[in-house]
């Protein structure tokens, strides 16, 4: 063999070689390990806003449309949902909304909702903070 052939038979002999690839995913927090390679996963730098994703909570069948979104707000593995606490299904309306606040320090969420709701008024007139985290 020269040496003009050589890369070339080494290329060949490399790509015949068995390619092992793997998928893996990993929550926030959680390592895997295989011989001397390690892989965490850890929230990225800087990155102390939570995901939100939206879904509809109440769907309009005869005009085929969505009247309330929900959203879902995600940070680590801590979840809040922002919804209609009171819904008037004459109105087609949300008379309470719950809320969702991040507090990036502690990790989790402040969600509030509402304590005690006036039907006849249709408005909240008392709410409450519930802590949700770590």
């Known amino acids: 063999m020269n040496l003009r052939t050589l890369p070339l038979a080494l290329c060949c002999a490399l790509t015949a070689l068995p390619l092992q690839a793997e998928t893996i995913f990993l929550q926030e927090g959680e390592q895997w390990r295989r011989g001397d390679v390690q892989v965490w996963c850890e929230r990225p730098r ?3 806003q939570p995901v939100v994703l939206s879904e509809c909570q109440h769907w ?3 005009r085929d449309d969505c009247l309330f979104q929900r959203r879902i707000h995600r940070a680590g593995g801590v979840e ?3 919804e209609c606490q009171h819904w008037d299904d004459f ?3 949300c008379h309470f909304e719950t809320r969702c606040e ?3 320090g502690q990790g989790g969420f402040v ?3 509402c304590a005690r709701f006036d039907d006849f008024r249709e408005t909240c ?3 409450r903070e519930v802590w949700i985290g770590p």
């Open 46 to 48: 800087g990155s102390e």
């Open 111 to 113: 969600r509030t909702e």
């Open 91 to 93: 109105s087609g309306s």
């Open 125 to 127: 007139r008392d709410t």
């Open 60 to 62: 309009d069948d005869f």
């Open 102 to 104: 991040y507090r990036p």
């Open 80 to 82: 809040c949902v922002e």
